[in-house]
């Protein structure tokens, strides 16, 4: 049986419609695709809204995220509600007892994520000029300044939380490595795929390769869809 469902998992700074390039080529298609939208509150709550959605596909479904979305991705661990596959897009791939806060304090902060604006709540924001610039510096000025301001604020408490068992250790995956990531180290990424076992691409893209970069990002869902079978 071929999987019909896609489930798609945006990060920090971002909400489900940057993922709208993809969801477009899905939809033509045929798929059907669901990208909610994450409070971005704590990582509990961010993975009771992705098995929410999950419980209700109609059957196997593959799940693509992006960024700290790969982090409540893998969260899912041994209890992946309909799950078949895993596709990361230039996101952190965590073993367990890792967080991405201690991975992030190994080095300076990259260029992206140097000047975040934390508020009262405890959430943090990105500035616009390091948003325009580097978190999505592939992507037309007029398009990554609407990002900006729609940004979605991510809590840095579920940065400090630990990975338990990762859901990639029992389901197939697919990474796609930016090169000229600007949040992630490439070579983080590149790290994370190896030691996961996934299916790598890498190509010349900004952190938001789903908007700068839809076609392959999709391409990389079809060669996931084209290797499981149910």
Known sequence: MNIKNIVLVHGAWADGSCWSGVIQRLQKAGYNVTAPQFPLTSLANDLARLKQVLSAQDGPTIVAAHS???QIMTALGTDAPNVAGLVYIAGFGLDAGESIGGLL????????????????QGFAWLPQADFVNHFASDVDPIQANVMYAVQQPANLG??????????????????????????????????FAQRMGATVVEIESSHVAMVSHPDDVTELIFQALKVIKV
């Open 68 to 70: 700290y979305g790969c």
């Open 105 to 120: 304090a190994q080095a300076p902060p990259s260029p992206a994520l140097a000047h975040l604006r934390v508020d009262a």
């Open 158 to 191: 579920g940065f400090q939380e630990t990975m338990g068992t990762p859901a990639w250790k029992a389901l197939s995956s697919w990474y796609l490595v930016a090169k000229n990531d600007e949040a992630i180290p490439p070579d983080a990424q590149r790290l």
